[in-house]
């Protein structure tokens, strides 16, 4: 039970839910409208408790006709990312930089995932992410791997409330770039500055999660490079 609570998305990360959610107009969202200079790519994000090395929360970035961020039942916002119900617009990389910075905090570290995909497997995430409605809270995890099942190569994907269920779906995944930022700032999150150099400290290192992910010798970078 304990496991289970712990993995369900939790409070510190998740807001409540069950209402419709943020609605940005037209506007703003085209107006916000980014597409990386880079090929189509899925990316996971998995928030993990340094303290109890269990899972937390699961978001998903889509790169396709536009980058966006898919964050069921999450708290994060941002006044250049329009938000409708749980996807985030205007995804820049200095955007990416700052949600890993918002969720990277003392307690939590961030796994990030990335996988190269073709220009018909993006534009069909970034259609089901853009469908979906708001998330409730415990529906986080398991609403990712909904949306990729339906997705020509992910079939496989877990509908798995546990984050790093999900999470290790993708560490078997052909091709895949996995990073784990590490951060020591305070969770109340009053570091939060949208800048490159309150980033500097933030520390990434190359690889699959494990308990010995903080050793030095692992250490090959900052976000702010």
């Known amino acids: 039970m304990k496991r289970l609570l712990l993995a369900l998305c939790l409070p510190l990360i998740l807001a409540a839910c069950g209402e419709p959610g943020p609605w940005a107009s037209d506007e703003a969202v085209a107006k916000a409208a980014y597409r990386a200079d880079e090929p189509p790519t899925v990316t996971l994000f998995t928030m993990v408790n340094n303290r109890s090395n269990e899972g937390a929360h699961s978001a998903l970035m889509v790169n396709a006709s536009q980058r966006v961020i898919f964050n ?3 708290t994060f916002h941002h006044p250049y990312a329009p938000q409708r119900a749980d996807v985030h617009y205007g995804i820049t990389d200095n955007m990416v930089d700052f949600f890993i910075d ?5 307690t939590y570290r961030v796994i990030r995932h990335d996988i190269q995909v073709t220009p018909q497997q993006a ?3 970034l259609a089901r992410v853009q469908s979906r409605g708001a998330v409730p809270n415990a529906l986080c995890t398991t609403s990712i791997g909904t949306i990729l099942r339906d997705v020509p190569g992910f079939e496989n994907a877990p509908r798995s409330p546990f984050p790093k269920s999900t999470m290790r779906y993708f560490d078997e995944y052909p091709g895949v770039t996995i990073r784990r930022y590490y951060d020591d700032s305070a969770d109340d999150r009053s570091d939060i500055v949208d800048s490159p150099e309150a ?3 933030i ?5 699959p999660d494990s308990r010995d992910a903080n050793h030095p010798a692992n250490i090959v970078g900052s976000a702010g490079n």
């Not at 918002?102 to 003392?106: D, K, N, P, Q």
């Not at 520390?203 to 690889?207: A, C, D, E, I, S």
């Open 72 to 74: 069921p039942a999450g």
């Open 102 to 106: 918002y969720h990277a905090r003392e």
């Open 123 to 125: 534009e069909m995430i």
């Open 199 to 201: 980033r500097k400290d």
């Open 203 to 207: 520390v990434v290192l190359y690889g």
